[in-house]
């Protein structure tokens, strides 16, 4: 499961600023006025291979009232959910109160905390970092967010103190193909969890965020081994106003990264909501295997159940590789065919691919639809290996590999997935560029080569 790295410190110091930097989105809202933030931001970020969640809080001053003490307790819960701090101070700014009571804080939680002295550009870093050291955190960070000076340092150097795997006990005590269930709240996952398990396993009840935490539940069915994690409803942040749902995001963004398979539950009578295609898309960041339920089909009219289907063929045809089954977790109708989407994912997501296979639908590829021209010359893939599996990671190797447009690699993802017979995965294509083996080598004349250049130079001189 990934890891979570929390962003704290006091207001205006730059923490949305390194959030939308690591995550290369500008999903933070970024201004030059304190106390912009005050709701948790998730964000996946990838640093030298190593993925990571990255939680982006409030600022914490130390004099709160109102909604900024609320802020600022959210930030120190924030705190006791992550495995690595970033605490962010301001250089120009100097040391201060806040900057003490939240390095009190950290200290007395013993997290594994960096401190980053933002805002560096422009000042003397001997002089700027000098005060920090009285906070007594360890090694100082200096950083300029904004143009992202010091940024890679400070991640490789974080990603060093990651482990190596971040699992729960129970994702450690998983028996066979982990399936999660995850989509908003009231969809009715825990209705669906307790329908495939026979049994009244979880909590249902008709209110939104009845279920807080990421749940394991190992079974078997026909005497094949299953582990079903039902997941907190996820919806949208304006929503989110209990401190415990924000922090089931994380729990519900690792079970995802923790599961083989992901069935995505939506529900058929309020159709396809934008949320629902915000969850898909993380799935599919993920690279898991994916199932989709409309969830609460029965009892719709048929003008209804017509236009979802429309719907659902115009916008999800960015996935058109997932099975989208009709089902009614409440009565039954349809459950039992979603073990065959599962099953088919799950065995398309972790099939072992041979070179040879994978180099010959290149090939066939290539002979089809030719990669274009770069500044002259062809780009030239030349074979294709397997580079891992859940997803399916497909290695290619050739020359200019670095040029391969966007449309060019969903061509390859499809020619791959169509000739693989892969269902309900994503496909991901990596390239590798070839060196070039003579590069910085001078060629070595013979006895013979000399004396025809020296015949070749004393023509031309005559010539001239």
């Not at 997290?111 to 870093?125: E, I, M, Q, S, W």
């Not at 629902?276 to 994916?290: E, F, K, N, P, T």
């Not at 989407?341 to 972790?350: F, K, L, M």
């Not at 599996?389 to 449309?407: F, M, R, S």
Request: glycine share 8%.
């Amino acid at each position: 499961m990934l890891p979570v790295i929390a962003l704290v410190g006091r207001p205006n110091v730059g923490k949305s600023t390194l959030f939308n930097r690591l995550t290369k989105s500008r999903d933070a809202l970024v201004a030059n006025y304190a106390g912009l933030t005050r709701d948790r931001k998730y964000g996946e970020a990838e640093i030298g291979g190593r993925r990571m969640i990255l939680v982006d809080t409030g600022g914490i001053s130390g004099g709160e009232e109102g909604i900024d003490a609320a802020m600022a307790q959210q930030s120190l819960r924030a705190i006791e959910e992550a495995d690595v701090v970033l605490f962010l101070v301001d250089c120009r700014a100097g040391l201060t109160a806040a900057d003490e009571m939240i390095a009190d804080q950290l200290r007395s939680r013993s997290k594994p905390t960096f401190l980053v002295a933002n805002k560096v550009d422009g000042v003397n870093p001997d002089i700027a970092l000098a005060p920090f050291y009285e906070l007594g955190i360890g090694e100082i960070f200096p950083t300029t967010a904004t143009h992202g000076r010091g940024v890679r340092s400070l991640m490789q150097r974080v990603a060093e103190d990651l482990p190596e795997q971040v699992e729960t006990p129970q994702s450690e005590e998983a028996t066979g193909i982990k399936i999660a269930i995850v989509g908003r709240p009231n969809v009715g996952k825990s209705t669906l969890v307790n329908r495939l398990l026979g049994e009244e396993r979880v909590v249902v009840y008709d209110q939104p965020g009845t279920t807080r935490d990421s749940i394991y539940i190992n079974y078997q069915r026909d005497d094949k081994p299953y582990t079903i994690i039902d997941t907190a409803g996820v919806r949208r942040r304006k929503n989110i106003k209990e401190s415990v749902e924000k922090f089931s995001i994380v729990k519900t963004l690792q079970a995802v990264e923790d599961a083989n398979v992901v069935v995505l539950v939506i529900d058929a009578r309020e159709g396809l909501v934008d949320q629902d295609m915000h969850l898909m898309g993380s799935v599919i960041q993920a690279g898991r295997a994916l199932v989709v339920a409309l969830n609460k089909w029965d009892g719709l009219e048929a003008d209804h159940r017509e236009y979802v289907k429309a719907e659902l063929e115009r916008r999800l045809r960015f996935v058109d590789f997932a099975d989208i089954h009709f089902i009614s977790a409440l009565h039954g109708t349809g459950v039992g065919n979603l073990y065959q989407s599962i099953e088919a994912a799950y065995q398309s997501a972790t099939d072992k691919l041979s070179t040879n296979h994978l180099t010959r639908i290149l090939q066939w590829a290539v002979s089809e639809h030719q990669p274009p021209l770069v500044r002259g010359h062809r780009i030239k893939l030349r074979y294709a290996h397997a580079g891992g599996q859940n997803p399916p990671v497909i290695v290619i190797h050739g020359n200019q590999t670095e040029e391969v447009p966007a449309h060019y690699v969903r061509y390859l993802e499809k020619t791959y997935r169509k000739a693989l017979d892969l269902h309900g995965t994503p496909v991901k294509i990596e390239f590798r560029t070839g060196t070039n083996p003579y590069a910085g080598r001078k060629q070595k004349l013979t006895d013979r080569q000399k004396a025809k250049k020296r015949r070749l130079m004393k023509f031309v001189k005559k010539k001239k």
